[in-house]
């Protein structure tokens, strides 16, 4: 009885063990995974602050490019640029691993198949800013800016059989989804997401802020893409599609002038800011 109630015990120690490192290896891989994504917020907001400056400049008359190119060149610009470059690198290469750990791997029952699969094209979104920041910071800008990139990809598209409608079709899901962010941004959807309980009340309020006046900002730069490219495929026009750059810069030729871009920027500015905020309190 003494042997067998020992084997018993035994195999309970060794069970309760498999457990013990089961647990362990889950709770390691939410941690890297939750600073991956960490990580990620980090490049994201710096990316879109220096968009925001940018912008600015534009709006005030300065020179400049107020895309993503334009945000590396401001990047390089500085001492240890080459550094700071390949730190966005790992930053966005982390926010596209977070993204599709989070489309494969997360369980419970509100993470439905929608969510996955935005998680999904998150992460391909990212892994492709990764790329291009990692040729970008070999010195390879990719021969042409992103207003030249946006109107080359949309004469590509247009050549192929039904090319217009998938054209036509890319734009309206930009302005949908520019409609989307703001629409969510605005109803302050993004504080489902957020650790608000550990934070104060200020504090609290002024990430609601950052929030909101971001995620609008954002989502307009979005959808004026959506028409750029909704247009172009109207007209069967490449010319008429516009990078980041070309669609901030059509907003000063608004009735409001350059203060529709201004407004636009300071809110890009603020949603970077609101990527560090995320950074800090957001659920991973």
């Not at 362990?24 to 490049?43: D, I, P, Y």
């Not at 999904?120 to 800013?129: E, N, S």
């Not at 909101?212 to 954002?218: D, K, L, P, S, T």
Request: hydrophobic share 50%.
């Amino acid at each position: 009885m003494s042997s067998s109630h020992a084997r018993h015990q035994g195999a309970g120690s060794r069970a309760l063990a498999s457990v013990s490192r089961g647990f362990s290896r889950r709770n390691a891989q939410k941690e890297t995974l939750s600073a991956a994504g960490r990580a990620g917020f980090v490049a994201r907001g710096v990316v879109y602050v220096l968009i925001g400056v940018l912008a600015i400049r534009i709006a005030l008359g300065s020179g400049g490019q107020a895309d993503r190119q334009g945000a590396l060149d401001q990047v390089a610009a500085q001492p240890f640029g080459k550094v700071m470059l390949w730190l966005l690198v790992v930053g966005f290469g982390c926010m596209a691993l977070w993204r599709g750990a989070r489309a494969v791997l997360s369980r419970g029952p509100h993470r439905k198949v929608g969510s996955r699969v935005m998680d999904g094209g998150r992460a391909v979104f990212y892994a492709t800013v990764c790329w291009g920041t990692a040729t970008f910071a070999t010195g390879d800008s990719g021969g042409s800016d992103g207003n030249a990139k946006s109107r080359d990809w949309t004469a590509t598209a247009l050549k192929l059989s039904f090319g217009r409608f998938l054209v036509g079709a890319a734009g309206c899901v930009l302005i949908g989804v520019g409609l989307t962010l703001a629409v969510r941004a605005a109803m302050r959807r993004f504080l489902r997401q957020l650790n608000t309980a550990t934070m104060s009340s200020r504090t609290k309020m002024a990430v609601t802020a950052l929030g909101v006046g971001g995620g609008v900002a954002r989502g307009i730069v979005f959808a004026a893409a959506g028409i750029f490219v909704l247009v172009a495929a109207v007209r069967f026009d490449p010319n008429q599609a516009k990078g980041m750059d070309a669609t901030l810069r059509s907003l000063a030729d608004t009735p409001m002038g350059p203060w529709l871009l201004l407004a636009v920027a300071l809110g890009l500015i603020l949603f970077g800011v609101f990527s560090f905020a995320s950074a800090r309190w957001r659920r991973l």
